[in-house]
């Protein structure tokens, strides 16, 4: 049920299937064949503790021009997203054009237990506040109407960014890649935090938006979950997530720990590198796999230019691209011990942010240094549509 705020495309977000690790399967004909698991924070209703505003239905309709075709931001399996505008003193409806720009995600009525990650969203977003976390304003739960109001994010989500090709955009940055990478870092970190405890659980570069300054936060938290207390090492749950991204262990025991949010990202990270998608099957045998085929390039030195995206030539060091790579890397350790925690990654993360005035000679494989590709580059990219809501993933069969 990933957010995404920008152009106008209609498209389906990554379904969540999944079986209880007590063996129930709750598999349906319809697409959205599971969700969360009730948690301390999402069971049963709104925590009355949440400073959020709550939004009656008609106010909605009003701030969305009764949810016109024209509004429409995206569409997902959770239902569909709008753009609106309120007063950003009272919140109330606004004159389009006028106010506080809002993304107003309409739960479709027919989503198969949708409720419960709706819930799940409110409970979570609602409790936490962090610059690297989309900001939640309030929920509208009147009747049988169930609705999300988000800040806008106008860059729309990294995914796009990366993958979308098309002669009328330049790519997104090697310097503003490593800013998104931080940006998600942070994010990861403060939920996996001693205070905090949450694991997220769906990483992926469609839940990562970015702002109109690249700054990344992410969204969509209906599969979020508590991490373990006490004296216990992991959380077991059904299996959920999206093809690709899922640790190994997860997939094999439901076991869940903040170690698995780890794994994810670091085939996000590779993918930012790369400038490829985790999972492809138009790419030729032995490279469907991001992960698989990139690994063995990963700790070399000079064999992991081999992953790095070509369209970044020029824009890199040797030893920053070795960095990087290093770090997905460790992140995409088979044994979640030899993980880093995501602290440690934003720690590694921010030496790798060079100030202009002293950033080096940048690498190129031919020898000569190109023009590095400034932010600005990608004004005409996001008018194009480049922000748009993300194409669909593959689910995570039943397990």
Request: proline letters at 5%; hydrophobic letters at 35%; a positive charge.
């Amino acid at each position: 049920m990933g957010v995404c705020f920008s152009t106008e495309i209609k498209d389906k977000s990554s379904f969540h299937t999944g079986v209880d690790t007590d063996g129930n399967d709750h598999s349906t004909n319809s697409s959205k064949v599971s969700s969360v698991p009730p948690t301390p924070r999402s069971e049963g209703e709104i925590l009355q503790s949440l400073n959020l505003k709550s939004f009656s239905f008609s106010d909605l309709k009003t701030s969305t021009r009764n949810f016109r075709p024209d509004s429409v931001l995206g569409e997902g399996g959770f239902g569909s997203v709008f753009k609106g505008w309120i007063d950003e003193q009272s919140f109330a409806a606004t004159k389009p054009g006028t106010g506080m720009v809002i993304a107003v995600k309409k739960l479709n009525q027919e989503s198969f237990q949708g409720h419960r990650e709706w819930l799940a969203e409110v409970n979570y977003l609602g409790q936490f506040s962090h610059p690297n976390l989309v900001q939640l304003i309030g929920y509208c739960l009147e009747d049988e109407q169930r609705l999300l109001v988000y800040e806008f994010m106008p860059r729309g989500s990294l995914e796009n960014h990366l993958f979308r090709r098309g002669s009328y955009f330049q790519p997104l940055s090697w310097s503003l890649r490593l800013k998104a990478a931080l940006g998600a870092a942070k994010g990861l970190a403060f939920l996996h935090s001693a205070k905090t405890k949450v694991i997220y659980r769906d990483f992926k570069t469609s839940n990562v938006l970015l702002d109109s300054n690249y700054n990344a936060k992410l969204s969509d938290f209906g599969l979020a979950k508590d991490g373990p207390i006490g004296d216990k090492s992991h959380v077991s749950t059904r299996v959920m997530g999206t093809y690709g991204y899922t640790a190994p262990e997860y997939l094999a025991t439901g076991h869940l720990t903040s170690k698995s949010d780890v794994y994810s990202f670091g085939v996000v990270l590779l993918e930012m590198i790369s400038g490829q998608r985790a999972i492809d099957k138009n790419r030729q045998f032995g490279k469907h796999s991001l992960v698989e085929w990139a690994k063995p390039y990963m700790a070399h030195k000079r064999k992991v230019l081999r992953v790095i995206d070509s369209r970044l030539e020029g824009q890199y060091t040797l030893e920053a691209a070795h960095a990087v790579a290093n770090i997905s890397y460790r992140c995409l350790s088979i044994e979640p011990r030899f993980r880093p925690s995501m602290a440690e990654v934003v720690k590694e993360l921010e030496k790798l942010q060079e100030p202009k005035e002293t950033r080096p000679r940048r690498h190129s494989s031919h020898g000569t240094r190109t023009r590095r590709l400034s932010s600005g580059g990608l004004a005409a990219a996001d008018d194009a549509g480049l922000g748009a809501y993300p194409r669909p993933q593959a689910s995570l069969p039943s397990k």
